[in-house]
């Protein structure tokens, strides 16, 4: 594994240069089972070193514990890289399982100020509107952001999992640097109305879990028994039981394209993600999560491995064929909305 550092793009027209891939880093702290603290800052750092820029987060990640984990990363190399996290999922104090989504302004305003400080940084440079309060219109929301923007809190904005509409709707108010959705040979609901929109209207596309949550690499095949009961994957229909096992079946051509790469199954589930920017003329900044530097090397690499349009074909009917949805309930998703 070389050092060179991987590319760079642009997030929007006119927000940060970050490396074509960024870090996801949930995982560091919350959703995947037991983690190593020591080897997750070893990921970050090993990160940066190859060029990733762009780090991302949440406050519903372990209700702030990931933000928390990140700032003296984030404090050590605050003018290396972008920060990006997220509002909009609330945790009632009566029920800390919960989620609640909110996108009305006293909250927003409240996420911010608590984020800022977890993170401690004087200014997020990406806030993302996490989710879709359909209760509250989403020009009220996005208009709030905006203030923070203008208020020094907030240097760029973000949406995650909104409709073409939605997002046409928020441009109409500020721009829009980023746009994240879920999108991997898995997942592909987002190619037929968000991403058109997104290119239309000069916004990057941040795909979240491009390696099918880990599945498109063969690191387990049915969450049931691979996994450890506090995986949230062990609650997502297309991981567990007798989906599980037909989606397992659907990973033969991603491991022969792999073969004559000399390439593991995740970096071609990642060329092909990366790859999807020619595909569809707009600028993408996957953002694998992993908690292990020898990972990030492999992750990284992937940006390099150009495959042919026989190889795409090959890969191409996968996502038909998957068997269950990307969530029990899809209806706080674009494509639960379209």
Not at 126 to 141: A, K, Q
Not at 142 to 170: F, N, P, Q
Not at 320 to 325: E, K, P, S
Request: with cysteine.
């Amino acid at each position: 594994m070389t050092d060179s550092r991987i590319p760079t793009t642009r997030l929007g027209d006119d927000g940060p240069e970050v490396g074509v891939q960024g870090l996801g880093c949930m995982g560091m702290s919350f959703g995947y089972g037991p983690s190593d603290a020591d080897q997750s800052r070893a990921t970050l750092e090993r990160a940066l070193e190859l060029g990733v820029t762009l780090y991302d987060t949440a406050d519903a990640y372990g209700a702030g514990e990931n933000e928390r984990f990140l700032a003296p990363f984030v404090r050590a190399h605050r003018d290396e890289l972008v920060i990006a996290t997220k509002f909009a999922l609330s945790i009632p104090p009566d029920d800390p399982t919960r989620r609640v989504i909110r996108n009305d302004a006293p909250y927003v305003r409240d996420a911010v100020e608590a984020s800022l400080k977890r993170l401690d940084v004087d200014v997020i440079d990406l806030y993302y509107m996490h989710r879709r309060d359909v209760n509250v219109p989403i020009e009220e929301t996005v208009g709030v952001m905006a203030e923070l923007v203008r208020e020094g809190k907030v240097k760029h904005l973000g949406l995650s999992e909104v409709t073409a509409d939605e997002l046409r709707a928020a441009q109409a108010v500020h721009p829009i640097a980023a746009l994240q959705s879920e999108w991997s040979l898995f997942s592909r609901d987002i190619e037929r109305q968000v991403v058109p929109a997104a290119r239309e209207l000069g916004v990057t596309v941040v795909p979240y879990s491009p390696l099918g949550r880990g599945f498109l690499t063969g690191s387990f095949a049915n969450a049931d028994t691979d996994l450890t009961a506090d995986d949230f994957r062990r609650q997502q229909p297309r991981f567990t039981g007798a989906n599980a096992e037909a989606n397992a079946a659907l990973l033969a051509p991603l491991r022969s394209v792999a073969d004559a790469h000399g390439a593991t199954p995740g970096q071609i589930a990642l060329a092909w993600v990366h790859q999807q920017a020619r595909v569809h003329d707009l600028p993408l900044v996957p953002i694998p999560g992993t908690r292990k530097p020898g990972r990030v090397e492999e992750n990284t690499a992937a940006t390099a491995i150009v495959l042919t349009d026989e190889e795409l074909a090959l890969l191409e009917p996968i996502a038909d064929r998957v068997a269950g949805d990307r969530y029990a309930d899809m209806s706080f998703t674009s494509a639960g909305r379209e």
